[in-house]
């Protein structure tokens, strides 16, 4: 009985073969953040990028990008948790929690945010089309 559970609770949770895909294009963003990776930062975004700070600060895919390039926005760590991935046709939504030590601008820091993530499906490569931050509450 105990082996079925378990079967059971494993096939509920089981990403399916696009959300493994955009986790990975997620995972793909976050490391490229953190290594202030131009290409990929460029490469991972769509065009149209609007990228909502927690500040209400709103940047579109040519100054996000700048920003992380130049240290403006200075990852130094990030850490993902409480993801949750849901596609519907070629949208998928992506929330989790996002921890971050930063040194922006050379001032030394700590963000913990709800973030969510738009990813839209153009050409079979998936693209990030919106973010959104929100601090988490004290």
Not at 10 to 22: L, N
Not at 26 to 36: G, I, N, Q, S, T
Not at 53 to 77: A, Q, Y
Not at 106 to 120: C, E, F, M, S, T
Request: net charge neutral; aromatic share 6%; charged share 25%.
């Amino acid at each position: 009985m105990l082996l079925v559970c378990c079967m059971l609770s494993g096939i509920a949770f089981a990403q399916s073969k696009e959300e493994k895909v955009v986790a990975a294009q997620v995972e793909l963003l976050r490391k490229a953040m953190v290594d202030a990776d131009k290409a990929t930062l460029e490469k991972v975004s769509d065009e149209k990028l609007s990228y909502g700070h927690s500040s209400g600060k709103i940047e579109d895919k040519t100054t996000f990008v700048s920003n992380i390039v130049n240290g403006k926005s200075d990852f130094v760590t990030i850490d993902l948790s409480e993801q949750k991935i849901v596609i519907t046709g070629n949208t998928a939504i992506v929330r989790h929690t996002f921890s971050a030590d930063t040194n922006d601008g050379g001032v030394a820091g700590h963000v913990k945010l709800y973030i969510l993530l738009v990813w839209g499906k153009d050409g079979g490569q998936w693209k990030l089309l919106a973010r959104q931050a929100v601090k988490v509450p004290a």
